[in-house]
């Protein structure tokens, strides 16, 4: 439909404004009045036939003129095909660009076969045992406890040499088999004495392994002040005399107890010797206090680990008051090894011992005693004299190989103890409720039991060292 123009021209060349006009709402066609007749707007302007063509015939075409389509872009085909100059790739390159392509191929192949000769020759050149070269000497899956062949029970309360606060005891409720597990399970001393005799009186050990040689560790009172009956009953078991190696590899499998001031360790000692004179391998030790107890001791404090570190040390010297040592640890960021089973072993030779947990891949101490200049002794550095207090000692080397004093044969202890003055729970960390210079400090652990009982499991489970 196409407007007419109008009859006359707009004064002032401006159309004049539209009177307005009402007309009732848009109904449908059903709903209109049959009198209602609704017509189109009228627009002053025409519509192009070209927007009306494609338009109904009941429908109001818009006079608006729609824009011309963009003119095609250019063609992006070649015009010719190129020829050779044209391609400068296919072209020959320069002696010196084919040289240092060349040279730089032939690099990266010399460093490919290097780095393969080199993991070669250094998988060849780890020290380890193959099976084949060792031979079965014990393995105890815990099927019984083997008290008769095996295994022997230290009992005493001396503190071995530590101040340990435990009695290790000859009773089945502190360390026996079940379900293929050996257990060690630290119970109070007063479950079977009663709270006033730890306090003030006085127990003697009957059988004691030491009565012959220290009987004072065979037997304690308390004075119902500074001085207590060891508060805790443990176990401490060895195979001394029943099973031992010289060379060879060791592992147990165990999981730590959880609770505050438990010292779990598996370890090893030579069958025939002084300590430190012959030496002590310490495959395992560890604290029961939680991981907090890491947190809490510092940077300055560095070797105050919680149960979420394991810890291998080996210790020598001439005598006990110039001891060297060289140790090592291994720790778990998102976990703690009271929660499961973990291997602790050691592989040992002439000229070579290695201590890890779980594989070889995680190994806590290496060490190598292949020349002079790695032997112990040399590795120790112990002065020529040594003042002991009452005068000076002269210092003299009394091994007789690079590995010495560790070539003789070692037998295996497993121990679960319980606080102690030797520093291993360093002052004024975590809580600690002693000093270990103090007269009374067993007594002091013992009146702080309302703070670290709590944190020992009562289930056997997890409140025992197991293997």
């Not at 004049?16 to 707007?41: H, K, M």
């Not at 810890?311 to 060297?324: E, Y």
């Not at 121990?415 to 291993?424: E, I, N, P, Q, R």
């Amino acid at each position: 439909m196409v407007l007419p123009p109008p009859s006359a021209p707009f004064a002032n060349g401006n159309p004049p404004t539209p009177p307005p006009t009402f007309r009732a709402p848009f109904l449908s066609p059903a709903s209109r009045p049959s009198s209602s007749l609704w017509t189109p707007p009228s627009y002053p302007y025409a519509a192009s036939s070209s927007a009306l063509a494609g338009a109904s015939s009941s429908a109001l075409a818009l006079g608006l003129a729609l824009p011309a389509p963009p003119a095609p872009a250019p063609s992006t085909r070649l015009a010719a095909k190129l020829d050779k100059e044209q391609k400068p790739w296919l072209q020959r390159a320069a002696p010196r660009q084919r040289m240092s392509w060349w040279l730089t191929f032939a690099c990266m192949l010399a460093g490919l076969g290097g780095a393969v000769v080199l993991c070669l020759f250094g998988l060849r050149g780890v020290n380890k045992f193959d099976d084949s070269q060792l031979c079965l000497v014990m393995n105890d899956q815990f099927t019984s406890f083997d008290l008769q062949n095996t295994w022997t029970r230290d009992v005493q309360l001396g503190g071995f040499g530590n101040g340990e606060f435990q009695i290790a005891s000859s009773f089945d409720n502190n360390s026996y088999v079940q379900d293929g597990n050996l257990y060690i399970m630290p119970l109070l001393t007063s479950d079977w004495l009663g709270e006033g005799a730890v306090s003030s009186g006085k127990i003697t050990l009957d059988p004691c392994t030491e009565a012959q040689t220290n009987a004072t560790a065979c037997s304690a009172a308390g004075n119902g002040v500074d001085q207590v009956i060891n508060p805790v009953m443990s176990a401490r078991i060895n195979t001394k005399g029943k099973k031992s190696i010289t060379y060879g590899r060791v592992e147990v499998r165990a999981k730590l107890p959880r609770g505050d001031w438990l010292w779990p360790a598996i370890w090893m000692l030579p069958e025939n010797g002084t300590w430190p004179l012959d030496g002590e391998i310490d495959l395992m030790e560890a604290r029961g206090n939680g991981p907090a107890y890491s947190a809490a001791a510092g940077a300055s404090k560095a070797g105050a680990q919680g149960v979420n570190f394991v810890r291998s040390t080996v210790q020598w010297g001439p005598f006990a008051g110039l001891v060297a040592q060289l140790f090592g640890w291994y720790g778990l960021k998102r976990s703690s090894f009271d929660r499961g089973f973990h291997t602790y072993g050691i592989e040992w030779d002439v000229g070579w011992m290695r201590l890890y947990v779980d594989s070889r891949v995680t190994q806590t101490l290496y060490i190598e005693t292949k020349t002079k200049k790695e032997g112990f002794w040399e590795r120790a550095g112990f002065p020529n004299v040594w003042q002991n207090g009452t005068g000076t000692v002269e210092v003299t080397d009394p091994y007789v190989h690079n590995n010495s004093p560790f070539d003789q044969p070692f037998y295996l202890l497993i121990d679960l103890a319980v606080g102690g003055t030797s520093g291993w729970f360093p002052d004024n960390v975590g809580g600690k409720p002693w000093f270990d210079g103090s007269l009374r400090a067993m007594a002091d652990f013992w009146g702080a039991k309302s703070q670290w009982y709590a944190t020992w499991p009562k289930n056997a489970a997890d409140g025992a060292f197991r293997m």
